[in-house]
């Protein structure tokens, strides 16, 4: 795909959303890392029915801290995996209270030694909460850069590195947040909405059903 075709497409999906945000509910960076953190394996909408409870009991390091694993499952028990992310957020509110007097760090070094928190986490965090240029690959946006032709790569951290080094600068901000909602929502990964899809005529994708083109 050539450089025209990538700033056409992320033209276009900047005329269709101009302000994209996260569906995840949050008011803090902190309310943000927590939610992350149980997202991995279940749906926003998931993670959300359960933040809306716990953030109204405890939102902060401190607070989530003095609820203790044994206090903070019952929140989150409806989400996978819920055992072992009570675990690594009470390990992650410690650290940051050790370390950080409580304040979510802003770089990628310090956000990558909280347990639980990888370079995908790391990434949301610092594009969503901090404003920064970073492209957090999901299964949706691995799915919708290969699909495309937009950064196609055998790994996600292919998939990231080319999408930095290919996105127009001027998309860079939230061309994370387009890549996933484009992906949940249009170009799903079993029955893509080609049809419906604003792109289709920038798409390289081989199999379109019935696109517009």
């Known amino acids: 795909m050539n450089a025209a075709k990538r700033r056409a497409i992320f033209a276009r999906l900047r005329a269709a959303n101009p302000a994209p945000r996260t569906e995840l509910n949050y008011q803090s960076p902190f309310e943000l890392l927590v939610a992350v953190m149980l997202s991995a394996q279940a749906t926003d909408k998931s993670v959300n029915k359960a933040t809306t409870s716990l953030f109204r009991a405890a939102n902060t390091p401190a607070a989530i801290l003095a609820l203790g694993v044994d206090g903070l499952s019952p929140y989150i028990k409806s989400i996978g995996l819920y055992n072992s992310k009570a675990k690594n957020i009470i390990a992650t509110c410690r650290l940051l209270l050790e370390r950080q007097a409580g304040a979510v760090p802003s770089s990628r070094e310090e956000l990558e030694q909280l347990p639980g928190v990888g370079r995908k986490t790391a990434n949301v965090i610092l594009n969503t909460a901090f404003g920064q240029a970073t492209i957090a690959v999901d299964t949706h946006i ?21 999408l930095l080094k290919f996105v127009p600068a001027e998309f860079l901000r939230d061309a994370h947040h387009w890549l996933i909602l484009h992906g949940r929502y249009v170009c799903k990964a079993r029955n893509p ?10 798409c390289e994708y081989r199999h379109k059903s019935h696109a517009r083109i």
């Open 193 to 202: 909405a080609c049809p419906a899809c604003h792109i289709a005529d920038l």
């Open 142 to 162: 691995f799915r919708v850069a290969n699909r495309t032709g937009l950064a196609p790569g055998k790994t996600v951290r292919a998939v990231e590195e080319k």
